[in-house]
């Protein structure tokens, strides 16, 4: 055998297509269930993910423990790869709202590191409902108005980001 050839497919060609058939069908379905890859379009997660970027969606992030505030999430919109990814800053029973660029949660001031760039929001108080989590990205350089931010049902709660 040439050595090109036992370089690619080793000395038993049939094993090495039965191994390289076994990796494939493993590999699909764990980015098509398990480990989900998105492209990421838009600037609302700026500094922490890029526009443009890909990033991999773990699906068991929110299998064994709920969601927590300042996790980031990706929320399907639509089918199975449609998706935002958001910080989650308000949990189920909260009073979420904004004043002067800054996060309440139940009337306290939170602390938010994550945020680099922050203009003057300013939101009234929304109650967050039962099974829900209210989210928003952090870039906050820009108006409230060009935001997608708000409450998201858990059930549309996806995953977070594996890295």
Same mark, same amino acid.
């Given at each position: #055998?040439?050595?090109?050839?036992?370089?690619?497919? &080793?000395?038993?060609?049939? !094993?090495?297509?039965? @191994?390289?058939?076994?990796?494939?069908?493993?590999?699909? $379905?764990?980015? @098509?269930?398990?480990?989900?890859?998105?492209?990421?379009?838009?600037?609302?997660?700026?500094?922490?993910?890029?526009?443009?970027?890909?990033?991999?969606?773990?699906?068991?992030?929110?299998?064994? !423990?709920?969601?927590?505030?300042?996790?980031?999430?990706?929320?399907?919109?639509?089918?199975?790869?449609?998706?935002?990814?958001? !910080?989650?800053? +308000?949990?189920?029973?909260?009073?979420?709202?904004?004043?002067?660029?800054?996060?309440? $949660?139940?009337?306290?001031?939170?602390?938010?590191?994550?945020?680099?760039?922050?203009?003057?929001?300013? #939101?009234?108080?929304?109650? $967050?409902?039962?099974?829900?989590?209210?989210?928003? +990205?952090?870039?906050r350089g820009t108006d409230i108005s060009g935001h997608a931010l &708000?409450?998201?049902?858990? @059930?549309?709660?996806?995953?977070?980001?594996?890295?």
């Open positions: #055998m040439r050595w090109y050839l036992r370089i690619l497919v &080793g000395t038993s060609p049939r !094993r090495t297509l039965v @191994r390289t058939a076994i990796v494939a069908a493993i590999a699909f $379905v764990l980015f @098509r269930y398990f480990f989900i890859p998105i492209h990421l379009a838009g600037g609302s997660m700026e500094p922490a993910f890029k526009d443009g970027s890909v990033n991999i969606v773990n699906t068991f992030s929110y299998r064994f !423990r709920p969601p927590r505030r300042g996790d980031v999430a990706a929320i399907r919109l639509a089918g199975t790869r449609v998706m935002l990814f958001k !910080r989650i800053v +308000g949990l189920p029973g909260e009073r979420v709202g904004f004043h002067d660029g800054f996060l309440i $949660v139940n009337g306290q001031k939170m602390p938010e590191p994550y945020v680099v760039y922050r203009e003057k929001w300013n #939101m009234p108080e929304v109650t $967050v409902g039962s099974g829900e989590y209210f989210v928003v +990205g952090d870039n &708000g409450r998201v049902d858990k @059930r549309r709660i996806v995953g977070g980001p594996l890295f």
